[in-house]
């Protein structure tokens, strides 16, 4: 589509830039530098930068009902008010992996969060295998553990009937789905919906876009890809100046903005002089699609 239009929005120059969340109520885009251990927020309007620091690699933060956001720091789900950056420890998770973290989380349709954890990365994307997971945290902060010997949890989203739950397990180089029961929460018949092909990378944070068409960060790709989960076809390739993009999430006024983190970690000179724009985070206008709002967590 030639109308298609890429820019770089806010140069942060971040590590790993992950987990971008549009806020309906403040108008701004919500996103973590998992390595910088910084949570960022940016405002399109001012285009002005607020940050918390985290104190330890933070995986992502999502709003929270009764105000401020729930992130995974370490291996804690923690609240953060953002008027006096405290944050308290509401959960934590894989007690017995201390080497492991909470990467990517995201919040169910009824409030539910979803997050998972990955092992200590020796290089970027580089792992110890099977150690981490995926778990849920409900209202009252019930921690349950739905799937395991994951190695490195990423991408999720619901479909528009709230009975799929799409799900990425980056090194598998596959975009799953589960059934999903959103009054349990429980998770059943996983399957393939997607698998990359050469060149595409590997497969990172989602989105899901109002028509229940899948939005694909491909790290290592430099690209964002849209997948048709019911025939598993990929639709369009969105490339951007970076390789290693990281997320996605709809935003705007009217959702029509898809807005892609990216990563800086692990570039050599000459990769960042071909990449001035690594770490930045990017808008994409012109898609001629709209994406839904975010919950928020419930707890």
């Avoid at 995986?59 to 804690?76: H, L």
């Avoid at 290089?123 to 349950?144: M, N, W, Y």
């Avoid at 919906?193 to 290592?220: F, K, Q």
Wanted: glycine content about 12%; proline content about 4%; hydrophobic content about 35%.
């Amino acid at each position: 589509m030639s109308s298609v239009k890429v820019e770089c929005v806010v140069e942060a120059g971040a590590l790993i830039g992950e987990g971008p969340v549009w806020e309906e109520s403040t108008q701004t885009l919500l996103f973590v530098d998992i390595v910088g251990q910084k949570i960022h927020r940016w405002s399109p309007t001012t285009n002005q930068t607020e940050s918390v620091e985290t104190g330890d690699m933070v995986g992502f933060a999502v709003p929270r009902k009764s105000g401020g956001y729930v992130a995974g720091v370490g291996r804690s789900i923690v609240a953060v008010d953002w008027s006096t950056q405290k944050m308290t420890t509401l959960a934590e998770v894989d007690k017995d992996k201390p080497n492991n973290r909470l990467n990517d989380g995201k919040v169910d349709p009824i409030g539910r969060l979803l997050a998972g954890t990955m092992g200590k990365e020796v290089r970027p994307a580089e792992v110890e295998k099977q150690q981490g997971s995926l778990f849920s945290v409900t209202s009252d902060l019930t921690v349950t553990k739905h799937v395991s010997q994951v190695d490195i949890s990423n991408g999720l989203d619901w479909s528009l009937d709230q009975k799929t739950l799409f799900y990425i397990d980056s090194l598998s180089l596959t975009v799953d789905a589960f059934d999903y029961d959103i009054n349990t929460g429980q998770l059943g018949n996983r399957r393939v919906v997607y698998r990359m092909e050469e060149g595409e990378g590997l497969p990172d944070g989602m989105t899901i876009d109002a028509e229940g068409r899948l939005w694909v960060a491909c790290y290592n790709g430099g690209r964002v890809i849209n997948i048709d989960p019911a025939t598993g076809v990929r639709l369009q390739t969105v490339s951007l100046p970076v390789m290693k993009t990281t997320s996605c999430c709809f935003g705007g006024p009217d959702y029509s903005d898809l807005y892609v983190t990216s990563a800086s970690v692990g570039l050599d000179q000459s990769e960042r002089r071909q990449q001035p724009q690594a770490g930045g985070t990017f808008r994409v206008t012109g898609l001629g699609v709209k994406g839904r709002p975010s919950n928020s967590f419930s707890g």
